[in-house]
C-alpha cells in the first residue's frame, strides 16, 4: 500500500501569504490518480485539484497543484479567510485509495 | 447540484452492527462507482469500501475486510454499508463519496456524513 506524508502539519499564515503544502508518497504515484481535497471545520470534504494540476470545478486559479512521482505540492498564492482549513492528499492504486494525513493552515 | 445523504448511524455496543444508508439525488445514480470513506474523531481521512456500477465488483480496506458489506440499490439510487463485529476503533464519521468516473478514481462529491459510535 502507497503511503502519502503530508508536510508541514500545521501551516500558520496571515491572509494574503503564500502556502506550500506537501504530499510525499512511499513510491511512485500515477499523476493521473493524485487528488487534493479541503475540508473546512465541521464540513464534508470537497474536491480541489484532481490529476495532480487540474483544478475542479469552481476553483480559483490561486490554487494550484503540481508534480509526479513520488512528490506533489499544493499551492495557495493569496491566502483568503475561505482557504483557512485542513487540506488532503489521495492516491489511488491497486484497488485501494489512500489519504496523506492531512495539513491544517490556521491563521497566524 | 448532486447530492448525497447519508443515515443510519447511531451509538452500538461492540461486536454490534449497524445499517449504513446513502441517497444519491440529480445525477444518474446507476452509471458511477460508489465509495465510503470515514473519519475518527480528530483524525484524517480512511476510504473504507467501494462499489462498482453494478454492484458486482466490491474492494475493501484491509481494516473492515470481512466485517463490513457495501452493497447498493440502483433502483432506489441508495448505497448502503452493513457493518459487524463493530470495534471502537470503527467510531468516526462515515461519508458516502461518489467516484467521478472517467477513470480518475476521485471522490467528486460527498454528503455530510453520518456518525458512528461503538462504546458500551
Known amino acids: 500500500e502507497i503511503v502519502l506524508t503530508q508536510s508541514p502539519g500545521t501551516l500558520s499564515l496571515s491572509p494574503g501569504e503564500r502556502a506550500t503544502l506537501s504530499c510525499r508518497a512511499s513510491?511512485?504515484?500515477?499523476?493521473?490518480?493524485l487528488a487534493w481535497y479541503q475540508q473546512r471545520p465541521g464540513q464534508a470534504p470537497s474536491l480541489l485539484i484532481y490529476?495532480?494540476?487540474s483544478r475542479a470545478t469552481g476553483i480559483p486559479d490561486r490554487i494550484s497543484g503540481s508534480g509526479s512521482g513520488t512528490d506533489f505540492t499544493l499551492i495557495i498564492s493569496r491566502m483568503e479567510r475561505e482557504d483557512f482549513a485542513v487540506y488532503y492528499c489521495?492516491?489511488?492504486?491497486?484497488?485501494?485509495?489512500?489519504f496523506g494525513q492531512g495539513t491544517k493552515v490556521e491563521i497566524k | 447540484e448532486v447530492q448525497l445523504v447519508e443515515s443510519g448511524g447511531g451509538l452500538v455496543q461492540p461486536g454490534g452492527s449497524l445499517r449504513l444508508s446513502c441517497a444519491g439525488s440529480?445525477?444518474?445514480?446507476?452509471?458511477?462507482?460508489m465509495h465510503w470513506v470515514r473519519q475518527a474523531p480528530g483524525k484524517g481521512l480512511v476510504w473504507v469500501a467501494r462499489?462498482?456500477?453494478?454492484?458486482?465488483?466490491?474492494s475493501y480496506a484491509d481494516s473492515v475486510r470481512g466485517r463490513f458489506t457495501i452493497s447498493r440499490d440502483n433502483a432506489k439510487n441508495t448505497l448502503f454499508l452493513q457493518m459487524r463485529s463493530l470495534r471502537a476503533e470503527d467510531t468516526a464519521v462515515y461519508y458516502c463519496?461518489?467516484?467521478?468516473?472517467?477513470?480518475?478514481?476521485?471522490?467528486?462529491?460527498w454528503g455530510q456524513g453520518t456518525p458512528v459510535t461503538v462504546s458500551s
Open positions: 463519496a461518489r467516484d467521478s468516473g472517467l477513470g480518475l478514481r476521485i471522490f467528486d462529491y
Open positions: 440529480e445525477f444518474t445514480f446507476s452509471k458511477y462507482w
Open positions: 462499489i462498482n456500477t453494478d454492484g458486482s465488483s466490491t
Open positions: 513510491q511512485s504515484v500515477n499523476s493521473n490518480y
Open positions: 490529476g495532480a494540476s
Open positions: 489521495q492516491q489511488y492504486g491497486s484497488s485501494s485509495w489512500t
